[in-house]
C-alpha cells in the first residue's frame, strides 16, 4: 500500500490512501455533526481526557501495568464518545441494558435507534492483534472507526517498537478495505519523561483506504 496523489504532506488529495496526523479538516458524516466526529478534535479530546484520567488513578509517573493502563484508556475512550451523545458500551462502562459490549467490539457508541453505530473503538495492547483490530472496525458501517494501540517500551520483544511500525500493521487490512477510513493513535505506555502529557508520546495518523 502505498502513498499516491501530489498533495502537500498532511493534505488529503484524491487518490491519497495515508493521511499525516496532523490532518485537521477531515469529518465524519454525523447527520448532525458533533465536534467531537472529526478525527483530530476527537483524538485531541481523547488526550486530554487521558491526561485528567491517569493522574485520578495515579498512575501518571509509575506503577504502571497492563491492567491499569487498560483501565485508564477504556474509561477515557468511553468519556469522550458518551460526550458525542451517544450511548457507550464499553468493557467497566455499561450501557442503560447492562451491556458492556455489542458486536465483539471494545467500545461502541450508538444512537439507540437500530442505525449503525456511529462510533467504534478497538484498544489493544497485543502488537499482532493490531491488524485483527484494524479489520474489524473496517468491517463496520460506522461513521467514526478508531483503534488505539501501544505498547512497553521497556519490553525487549515489544511488537510494534514505534508509531512508523504500527501503521505498517494496519496497512494490510485498510488496503482490503476500500473506501474506509480509520483513526489509528498509538504511542509507548509505562512511566516516561514528558512535560506537556500524553500528546508528547501518543501520536496519530488517518487512514484513508
Not at 511488537?159 to 480509520?182: C, D, I, N, T, Y
Request: contains cysteine; glycine residues 10%.
Amino acid at each position: 500500500m502505498t502513498r499516491r496523489g501530489g498533495g502537500a504532506p498532511g493534505v488529503e488529495t484524491k487518490g491519497t490512501v495515508w493521511a499525516t496526523g496532523r490532518l485537521e479538516d477531515t469529518r465524519a458524516d454525523f447527520s448532525t455533526p458533533h465536534p467531537l466526529s472529526s478525527e483530530a478534535n476527537f483524538y485531541r479530546a481523547f488526550i486530554a481526557e487521558l491526561d485528567q484520567q491517569s493522574r485520578a488513578v495515579a498512575v501518571w509517573n509509575g506503577g504502571w501495568s497492563r491492567p491499569a493502563w487498560t483501565e485508564v484508556a477504556v474509561a477515557a475512550l468511553a468519556t469522550v464518545v458518551r460526550e458525542m451523545n451517544l450511548r457507550v458500551a464499553a468493557k467497566g462502562h455499561p450501557d442503560e441494558f447492562g451491556q458492556s459490549e455489542y458486536l465483539g467490539l471494545d467500545i461502541v457508541g450508538y444512537r439507540g435507534d437500530f442505525s449503525a453505530p456511529r462510533v467504534v473503538v478497538e484498544h489493544e495492547n497485543t502488537g499482532w492483534k493490531v491488524p485483527y483490530c484494524a479489520w474489524k472496525v473496517a468491517c463496520v458501517d460506522a461513521k467514526l472507526r478508531v483503534v488505539v494501540a501501544y505498547w512497553d517500551p521497556r519490553a525487549r520483544t515489544a511488537r510494534p517498537r514505534s508509531f512508523e511500525a504500527l501503521q505498517q500493521e494496519v496497512r494490510l487490512p485498510m488496503h482490503s478495505q476500500p473506501g474506509k477510513r480509520l483513526l489509528l493513535i498509538g504511542g509507548g505506555y509505562g512511566p516516561q519523561a514528558r512535560q506537556g502529557g500524553w500528546g508528547e508520546i501518543f501520536q496519530h495518523v488517518v487512514c484513508v483506504s
